[in-house]
């Protein structure tokens, strides 16, 4: 069953959950602001980055970048319930989904340099829309799959599940 905690809970608390629950995956979600006002995110990164799947969806996903040493900047323009046509690799949690495929952005920020250890899995014109870490099961997209502008976001967060489980059975 899934459990929701605030970007204010604790790291501590999160530790026990993981202890407890052995949940197969972290989801960082979007929100307001910017990684670095984004309550715990950045200490939960560092602390599960080794231990569970990650997937981080619009702030989450930045996060992810500024993280692992890349930057998030001001966005070349405030994309607020725009839909838009992103290109993907057609691999990970973008296998079997139409390429292009129709997302739904609601961001004014957005990666401005990637670090070398996440790999680009989409773009809309020169923006990353989705990243993988190269040695990781930690995935991150900048639109929101879970939104109505995205058709295809059940089969990506499908794709998601079937990876991090995958990556659990291996890691157990």
Known sequence: MPK???ADTPLEKLKKIESEFAPDLLVISPGPGNPSSAGVTLEA?????DRLPIFGVCLGHQALVQYFGGTVGHAPKVMHGKSSRVTHNEKGIFEGVENPLQAGRYHSL???KMP????VTAEYENIVMGLKHK???IFGVQFHPESI???AGGKIIQNLLNISLKARRIAL
Do not use: E, G, Q, W
């Open 116 to 119: 070398d250890c996440l790999k």
């Open 4 to 6: 929701v905690y605030r």
């Open 110 to 112: 957005c990666a401005t």
């Open 45 to 49: 990164i560092d602390y599960f980055k």
């Open 149 to 151: 502008l995205t058709p």
């Open 135 to 137: 040695d990781k099961p």
